[in-house]
């Protein structure tokens, strides 16, 4: 078990002055490490994979919302549907179509957050503008989907000010949609910052934040 509580405590102050939800990311973290961080009141936790996150659901408390964070393939949907709380990383017509068809079959609407590409890495994934705009288009049908809003990565560097402005650029397109876009009228969440870049997330107005190693301390990729 390895948490760092005052790493949480802090963090959880500054992010309630600015009213931002801190979503603590799980992933290759231990059960015990989760249960550690939810009895400090922690209930917003973020995971990677499917397989991990089916796992892990399943002995911890029901009152946790979990929030999947990774790339979803279509084929896995299924697996996640019953409980998911948001979705963050919707980046295709063919995901949002597969998630309303399973929400359909649960009988739930699944709140959605559509992953726009603003870092200058090809190895994220993510929409540009254009195919954002044909995917609020195809969501128009899609009833058991509810468009939250938009996430986004900064590009891995040291460069804050690069960063600021992949922020920007993210807010600039989420006021615009919010504005714009009838289909966008229920977004509410803006999820971008990482341990590494959320204080400049939070200055350039993310209202979601995902953190992981400031948390549990460095990842553990050999398990
Ligand atoms: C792993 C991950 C995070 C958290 O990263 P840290 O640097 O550990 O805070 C946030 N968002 C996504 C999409 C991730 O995959």
Redesign the pocket.
């Known amino acids: 078990m390895s948490i760092n509580t005052d790493n949480y405590l802090s963090i959880k102050e500054e992010l309630k002055k600015e009213n931002v939800t801190l979503i603590a990311?799980s992933?290759m973290q231990e059960i015990s490490s989760i249960q550690a961080l939810y009895d400090k009141g922690q209930r917003d936790f973020?995971e990677?994979y499917v397989n991990e996150l089916v796992a892990k659901h399943e002995p911890l408390p029901p009152e946790i919302r979990w929030h999947f964070?990774?790339h979803l393939q279509t084929n896995k949907v299924k697996y996640i549907i019953p409980f998911v709380h948001l979705i963050?990383?919707v980046d295709s017509v063919k995901l949002l179509n597969e998630i309303n068809k399973q929400a359909i079959k649960c009988d739930r609407v699944i709140d959605c957050l559509l992953q726009v590409h603003i870092a200058d890495e090809n190895t994220k994934f993510g929409l540009n503008e254009k195919a954002l705009e044909e995917l609020l288009d195809a969501s128009k049908s899609l009833m058991n989907i509810r468009l939250r809003g938009l996430?986004g990565?900064g590009t891995n560097t040291e460069d804050e000010s690069k960063i600021r402005e992949e922020f920007k650029t993210l807010k600039h397109l989420y006021s615009r949609l919010s504005k714009e876009r009838p289909e966008c009228n229920t977004f509410r969440i803006l999820s971008m910052g990482?341990?590494?870049d959320?204080k400049t997330a939070i200055e350039e107005g993310s209202t979601m934040v995902?953190?992981?190693?400031?948390l549990?301390g460095a990842?553990n990729y050999n398990k």
Do not use: A
């Open positions: 990311v992933k973020g990677n964070i990774g963050h990383s996430m990565m990482m341990s590494s959320y995902r953190i992981g190693s400031l549990f990842r």
